[in-house]
């Protein structure tokens, strides 16, 4: 990223500051919103900061990931004059006072709306159907949890998405609903809010929940303080149910910043041909930087395999096909080239981690929410080889002893700081340190991962939390799963299966995870940036209904897409081209090969340098 400039974008926002009149900025993909983000809370810090100490109020800063929590929270020294926070944590900040009004939401408005929609689903699929049959269990189940509630002495919240109602435990998507409800109909709520508050700022706001940002824009309408103001970027709102076209409250300034710090220039103008609402240009180091973009098509196969996907020889063609254009374009066995794919599962049986990816997308064993843990990587079950098992053997192969210890110190009760050996004496640590990563190698390459897990449970090596506990414990299931009895049980069928494997997987999986591969998914990356960045499209290995990126860039070639796969694809899209700084290499597999070629370069100005058709 270039020398900080201040924009004329930045100038329209620090007027706004000082007006205390709200706005929202939208900031293209590498204009350097994070900066100007960090600049309008320094320049609240430098003119109310005094007023805002004495009074004990201060400066809030919502942001998506924890990671940019700690990123922005640097960048701001550390100062507690703001409190930076993702969503989910700063709306249970609210929240947590508000015991009995939580209570009533629960009962009133949430449990009811998920009762209804579970008897929808219900006579949508049929009540006498087996799935008409999960859905009737799960309403009956919200019924129950419903005349549970009124008697639960409190409410808490474990930064999940998982619920329990009977236990008081709240999820992800609770907290969000619970707010929005508080904040649209509950005064002092908003006004409490407000108060500890004044300014309210949200990163990534196309990635804030509806109901939320109309909540907040509650909270700061009229004039002065409080003040809200959101940086995000509508064309890069990716996940599902969110604002996208977030805008200020009545009264407040829309700013638009059309500078992009980050990408060559042949990238900006393949960006600005893709996107017709934002003009950028270079305006840092990048300006006079060419780059390039370069397009390989080829001809998609029929698949062959069982549900209309790819069989293995088929996938594993089209991955040598993407070698193929890595090698025309002179990107072949170079390591800083990012390699975005839209399918997991291709990503998986590249980097060798397929079973662990079936085993995770099998509904017959695991839930819609363990998929989704599992792709974050924070399904409790994998969770000891993400933090512990996996980087110890890495440590160990590379023959960081350093590493080793430093690992065990953070994330074993058998090593840590103030565990049960911390008198022992140092040569004593490195003994016992080198004794029980040799062993646990050893076992790596013997035994199954219910065999590796419950030596380290027993040696304490890992930390093991209560559900893991309870799953080495209890004996394997012998009854096939029947999702009509089973459903609460689910996952004892996918702890079984995941015990039952040969470990090999998880290290690629947990090294894919921790972002040490040159493959992501292409929601992976948003925030990123890389020098080189080739995106592969593959809408029959995708096998996703949301997406058709053929459709998206080729309709005349491949048909319209609907409403939906247009907006969600050109999205996604957008994310993964804008995350070139200065070549940007895009596979597409299409039926059509040399139509498509004639309509992407009518439609994006490429050149017949810039696209290939392979073979």
């Not at 919103?33 to 004990?56: F, N, Q, V, W």
């Not at 409490?192 to 509806?210: C, G, H, M, N, S």
């Not at 599902?240 to 220039?265: H, V, W, Y």
């Not at 924070?378 to 960081?400: K, Q, S, V």
Request: with cysteine.
């Amino acid at each position: 990223m270039a020398k900080r400039i201040e924009t004329e974008a930045d100038k329209q926002v620090r007027a706004c500051l000082d007006e205390k009149r709200s706005f929202a900025l939208i900031a293209g993909a590498g204009s350097g919103k994070t900066s100007s983000l960090i600049d309008a809370l320094a320049r609240i810090r430098e003119t109310d900061g005094p007023r805002l100490r004495r009074d004990g109020q201060r400066v809030a800063c919502i942001t998506y990931t924890k990671r940019a929590v700690e990123v922005i929270r640097a960048r701001l020294g550390f100062d507690d004059l703001y409190f930076v926070s993702t969503l989910h944590s700063f709306l249970w900040g609210q929240l947590a006072g508000f015991q009995e009004d939580i209570r009533r939401v629960l009962i009133e408005d949430r449990l009811p709306a998920l009762i209804a929609k579970s008897e929808q689903k219900m006579l949508e699929k049929g009540g006498h159907t087996k799935e008409g049959q999960k859905h009737r269990d799960r309403a009956d189940r919200f019924k129950e949890e419903l005349d549970a509630v009124k008697l639960v002495p409190g409410f808490t919240y474990e930064d999940s998405d998982f619920s329990n109602y009977v236990k008081g435990e709240l999820g992800h998507p609770d907290i969000i609903e619970i707010a929005s409800y508080l904040l649209r109909t509950n005064k002092i709520f908003r006004r409490i809010t407000a108060l500890r508050f004044p300014y309210i700022f949200v990163d990534e706001a196309q990635d804030t929940f509806k109901g939320i940002v109309e909540g907040l824009n509650l909270v700061c309408a009229g004039e002065g303080l409080p003040l809200v103001g959101y940086f995000g970027d509508p064309w890069q709102q990716i996940y599902e149910d969110r604002a996208g076209d977030f805008g200020p409250p009545p009264g407040g300034k829309l700013i638009t910043k059309t500078e992009n710090f980050r990408c060559s220039e042949s990238v900006i103008t393949f960006l600005n041909a893709f996107r017709d609402d934002v003009e950028q240009y270079p305006a840092g180091d990048n300006k006079g930087r060419a780059g390039r973009v370069a397009v390989r098509l080829i001809r998609a196969e029929k698949p062959e395999g069982k549900r209309n996907v790819y069989s293995d020889d088929q996938v594993a063609r089209a991955l040598e096909r993407m070698d193929n254009a890595l090698d025309a374009w002179g990107w072949k066995d170079r390591e800083d080239v990012m390699k975005l794919l839209l399918a997991r599962q291709m990503i998986a049986r590249r980097l060798g981690f397929s079973t662990l990816n079936d085993l995770f997308n099998d509904e017959t064993k695991a839930s819609s929410r363990a998929k989704d843990a599992y792709e974050e990587g924070t399904h409790f079950l994998l969770i000891p080889f993400l933090t512990t098992i996996c980087p110890l053997l890495r440590a160990r192969e590379a023959g960081e002893s350093h590493r080793v210890i430093e690992i065990l110190r953070r994330e074993s009760p058998a090593f840590a700081i103030d565990g049960e050996n911390a008198a022992k004496s140092l040569r004593h640590m490195l003994e016992a340190s080198q004794a029980a990563i040799d062993e646990l190698h050893k076992r790596w390459t013997e035994e199954k991962v219910g065999e590796i897990l419950r030596h380290c449970a027993k040696t304490r090596l890992i930390r093991v939390s209560d559900r893991l506990r309870e799953h080495l414990a209890r004996a394997p299931r012998a009854e096939a799963y029947d999702p009509t009895l089973h459903v609460q049980e689910k996952a004892d069928w996918l702890a079984d299966a995941l015990f039952d494997m040969v470990p090999a997987p998880l290290a690629p999986y947990a090294k894919f995870i921790q972002e040490n591969s040159a493959f992501s998914t292409q929601h992976g990356v948003k925030g990123e940036e890389y020098g080189r960045v080739l995106v592969l499209y593959d809408d029959v290995e995708a096998k996703w209904h949301h997406y058709n990126f053929n459709k998206m860039l080729t309709p005349k070639t491949s048909g319209d897409p609907t409403e939906g796969q247009l907006e969600k694809s050109r999205k996604l899209a957008y994310v993964s081209f804008s995350r070139a700084e200065d070549e940007l290499g895009i596979i597409l597999f299409t039926p059509a090969p040399e139509a498509a070629r004639a309509e992407l370069m009518e439609r994006f100005a490429i050149t017949t340098e810039q696209i290939s058709i392979d073979g």
